[in-house]
């Protein structure tokens, strides 16, 4: 099993342009969700999702939209980078709904200038 | 509001020399702390969950143990590769709501 898949690895955009983030889980995880991670602060949640076709927000979801058309696929758009959206993005997800054990990808490191 | 704040924000340790990572946290109505791992360039790795106080929860060289309002990570002779970030995080509210740390770097030396 590869676990959870991150691509891009890095990624430099600047600031209006859109991009999606893929994630993708080969462990057939019903939940899937997308934290970033800033310096000096802790993981915060952006969108999560329970199953395919189903989403919901985070604590920090402006700015991103997800979508959940299969199982395995959990990708985040931006719509219009900004650069407060600068920051390491992760994707994670877990067997159960009390997200047990959450597996975590390796990471999208974006610069938005 | 709920909160989870990790002391200290780095910790330096000689090879052998154990000590203890500290997460407190205030929350309303714990369902479950855990601890995670993260290497520079990776992405966090599950190590804990602990639900009540009192609970303790081995795995080789790393113990942790949780009151009502805080958690400790102990470390015990720790190596050269226990060095990484140690996460803490807290589940309160609703199932997916997970309150993170910004973590302890831990740097271990030979």
């Known amino acids: 099993n590869a676990g959870v898949t991150q691509t891009p690895k890095f990624q430099v955009l600047k600031t209006g342009q859109s991009m999606t983030l893929q994630c993708a889980q080969d462990m057939n995880h019903e939940y899937m969700s997308w934290y970033r991670q800033d310096p000096g602060m802790g993981l915060r949640l952006i969108h999560y999702?329970?199953?395919?076709?189903?989403?919901d927000q985070g604590e920090v979801p402006n700015g991103y939209n997800v979508s959940r058309s299969t199982t395995e696929d959990f990708p985040l758009r931006l719509l219009s980078a900004a650069p407060s959206q600068t920051s390491v993005y992760f994707c994670?997800?877990?067997?159960?709904?009390?997200?047990?054990?959450?597996?975590f990808g390796p990471g999208t490191r974006l610069l938005v200038l | 509001e709920d909160q989870v704040t990790q002391s200290p924000e780095a910790l330096r340790l000689q090879e052998g020399e154990s000590s203890s990572l500290n997460c407190s946290y205030t929350?309303?109505?714990?369902?479950?702390l855990f601890w995670y791992r993260q290497d520079p360039g990776k992405g966090p790795e599950f190590l804990f969950t602990l639900y009540s106080a009192g609970e303790e929860k081995e795995k080789e060289r790393l113990k942790a143990t949780l009151t009502k309002k805080e958690s400790f990570l102990h470390i015990t002779a720790p190596k050269p590769e226990d060095s990484a970030t140690y996460l803490c995080a807290v589940r309160s509210g609703g199932y997916n709501k997970l309150i993170f740390g910004a973590g302890t770097r831990l740097a271990v030396h030979p």
């Open positions: 999702s329970v199953g395919a076709g189903i989403t």
């Open positions: 929350v309303s109505g714990l369902r479950g």
């Open positions: 994670a997800s877990s067997t159960d709904r009390h997200q047990e054990t959450q597996y």
